[in-house]
């Protein structure tokens, strides 16, 4: 595999890495407005359209 190759894959690598940190984050601004929205209807469970959306805390000891 030649120097140009690997730095190309190198690149890519970083930016999908970036990609997903992205999409991470709005993931997270996504449930957090809908935290916020079942919040406002002080409810833990909604159905809208085909979705059901269930807001549950749990805690995970390893």
């Known amino acids: 595999m030649s ?3 690997l730095l190309t894959l190198v690149e890519q690598y970083k930016e999908a ?3 997903i940190e ?3 984050a709005e993931q997270e601004q996504l449930k957090t407005q809908i935290r916020e929205a ?3 209807r002080s409810t833990n469970y909604l159905e809208v359209g085909c979705h ?3 807001l549950s ?3 995970s000891t390893r």
Request: aromatic fraction near 6%; hydrophobic fraction near 55%; proline fraction near 0%.
């Open 38 to 40: 079942l919040a406002e």
């Open 3 to 5: 120097i140009n190759v």
């Open 22 to 24: 992205a999409a991470q």
């Open 17 to 19: 890495a970036q990609l």
């Open 57 to 59: 805390d749990f805690s």
């Open 52 to 54: 059901k959306v269930r």
